[in-house]
């Protein structure tokens, strides 16, 4: 049974910074492509960042040059570094799982490439 669980949300300052971390049991996350999603109020979730099993990233538009995605393997834990946060980054940040190590690069920051969620953590902002 897999499950990731995300902590590390808040509220901040703009200009201000979060690390939002991802626990995941029942798989190993240095195997697995795995990223990082967001959903503000009246939008839909969209994805923010992801790493593959060689460490491969891949970053959202907005979010370039702001946040860094990266991996603990001792740890098994998945991190999103925000730095200079804007308001427009609030939302409910999701982390997600693929069932696979690599996902292609036009695709990686799709929703339906992911089939294992944690329940979200709040950033406001």
């Known amino acids: 049974h897999v499950q990731l669980v995300e902590s590390g949300g808040g509220s901040v300052q703009a200009g201000g910074s979060l690390r939002l971390s991802c626990v995941a049991s029942?798989?190993?996350?240095?195997?697995?492509?795995m990223g990082w999603f967001r959903q503000a109020p009246g939008k839909e979730r969209e994805g923010v960042a992801t790493i593959d099993s060689d460490g491969r990233t891949s970053y959202a538009d907005s979010v370039k040059g702001r946040f860094t995605i990266s991996k603990g393997n001792a740890k098994n834990t998945l991190y999103l570094q925000m730095d200079s946060l804007k308001p427009e980054d609030t939302a409910m940040y999701y982390c997600?799982?693929?069932?696979?190590?690599?996902?292609?690069?036009?695709?990686?920051?799709?929703?339906?490439?992911?089939?294992?969620w944690g329940q979200g953590t709040q950033v406001t902002v």
């Open positions: 997600a799982a693929a069932g696979r190590g690599y996902i292609l690069a036009a695709l990686r920051l799709s929703l339906n490439q992911y089939n294992v």
């Open positions: 029942g798989l190993t996350l240095s195997s697995a492509c």
